[in-house]
């Protein structure tokens, strides 16, 4: 059975300093590695894609990478609008069907 | 692009009665539909996967004859919670897939049974 374990639950930074939220991924194949942002009482908006172990994506203040264990959001200088609950995903490589499992999440607040 | 409506936002029902919820894909044509329900402060579990023309696949646990799935359309599906008790209270988000790997998901819909 695919398992996702996102660390930490939570995290609080002051505005500027920089950290990673990590996320552990067990999975017989991996199709996918998936990162979603979500906002209080909205969906998850899509944010990265990880397909092969080394692979790196970029947007704005975040970087995701991928290892064969686990996938690292990095987020650089933070601002109080990044503030959301992080969402990680994992697709099998062995289902036909698209299926997501997702992690718990990530609760960042950034503090201004 | 990958923009996906749900309708409505939020809903109340008594006890006992049928609600239904929109799910549309307004700039592409969903393959696959996906079904999620969240609790407050949990993450999102799956309900049923839903491919255009075909009868939904349901995750274990999750009561086939209770949550009715129908995706008719290849840019719509619909969830209708027959007979809903105060249980059945949360967030209801769907989700939409093209013929690529990343699922896009709606607003969500937030149904409080009375």
């Known amino acids: 059975e695919d398992q996702v374990t996102q660390s930490p639950e939570a995290l609080r930074l002051q505005e500027g300093e920089s950290s990673s939220l990590n996320c552990s991924y067990t999975?017989?194949?991996?199709?996918?590695l998936f990162w979603y942002r979500q906002d209080p009482g909205k969906g998850p908006e899509f944010l990265f894609t990880l397909y092969s172990a080394g692979e790196e994506k970029e947007k704005e203040r975040l970087k995701a990478t991928l290892t064969k264990k686990e996938s690292f959001l990095h987020i650089t200088a933070p601002k109080p609008e990044d503030s959301a609950t992080y969402l990680c995903?994992?697709?099998?490589?062995?289902?036909?069907?698209?299926?997501?499992?997702f992690g718990k999440g990530t609760l960042l607040t950034v503090n201004p | 692009g990958a923009v996906v409506s749900q309708h409505p936002s939020w809903v109340i029902c008594k006890s006992g009665t049928s609600v239904k919820i929109e799910c549309r894909s307004l700039d592409f044509q969903a393959t696959t539909m996906f079904w999620y329900r969240q609790f407050p402060k949990q993450s999102l579990m799956l309900m049923a996967t839903s491919n255009e023309g075909s009868k939904a696949t349901y995750e274990q646990g999750v009561e086939k004859d209770k949550f009715l799935i129908n995706h008719a359309s290849l840019t719509l599906s619909t969830l209708t919670v027959t007979s809903a008790h105060p249980e059945d209270s949360s967030f209801y988000i769907c989700?939409?897939?093209?013929?690529?790997?990343?699922?896009?998901f709606g607003p969500g819909t937030r149904l409080t049974v009375t």
């Open positions: 999975v017989s194949g991996l199709r996918g």
């Open positions: 995903a994992v697709q099998d490589s062995g289902g036909s069907n698209y299926k997501l499992t």
């Open positions: 989700s939409a897939t093209d013929y690529s790997y990343e699922q896009y």
